[in-house]
């Protein structure tokens, strides 16, 4: 009985052992963001402005891969400037250019030269269109981000044409989205 017990203390001692090494080889490290591929291409969600410009409506793009996330979120804001592909309006001007990306812990802090603010069309639904288009289109593709700063020629500013307090970081808003159902049919 003796041998019998000692024989299953010899083996419990090498499976613990095994599984001690096992236990120390794992990497149990949890990424906080997504990485973005190296190479191919990325499927981004980016919003533009509905038909008759009232609210946004999501359209796919497929672009090259980007490094990281301050690189995809330029991207992202690049695209939006270039355009829609299909039917949808444009959000923002065509001359908006990106001059840094901060990602933080849940804010992503992006900032543009001053041709933004200047391409905006003045009222409240262009300026709710263009920030909302931006803001919504980095979160969607990004949820470890939960708000978006913008910067302007790397200072804060209170908004961009007097409707939108842009001195705080901005949650997206989707109730500002349109459905396919909602796009057709028009009062």
């Known amino acids: 009985m003796a ?9 419990a001692a090498i499976l613990g052992i095994f599984m001690l090494l096992r236990y120390q080889g794992r990497d149990v490290s949890v990424p906080q963001q997504p990485v973005p591929q190296q190479t191919g291409q990325i499927s981004l969600t980016l919003f533009f402005g509905a038909p008759g ?3 946004l409506v999501r359209e796919g793009r497929n672009v090259d891969a980007c490094g990281d996330a301050a690189a995809c979120i330029a991207t992202i804001v690049h695209e939006l400037a270039g355009g829609p592909l299909g039917d949808l309006e ?5 001359q908006t250019v990106v001059r840094s990306v901060q990602p933080g812990n849940d804010t992503v802090t992006i900032d543009l030269e001053s041709g933004f603010v200047q391409g905006v069309p003045p009222g409240s639904a262009g300026e709710v269109t263009a920030v909302y288009s931006l803001v919504n ?16 020629d790397g200072k804060p500013v209170e908004s961009l044409h007097g409707h939108l ?8 808003d989707f109730s500002l989205e349109k459905t396919p159902e909602q796009q057709n049919t028009r009062p």
């Open 137 to 152: 289109s980095v979160v969607i593709n990004f949820p470890a981000f939960r708000t978006v700063t913008i910067l302007v």
């Open 53 to 55: 410009g009232d609210g």
């Open 165 to 172: 307090d842009l001195r705080q970081p901005l949650a997206p």
């Open 3 to 11: 041998l019998i017990f000692a024989a299953f203390l010899i083996c």
């Open 90 to 94: 444009p959000t923002i001007p065509v």
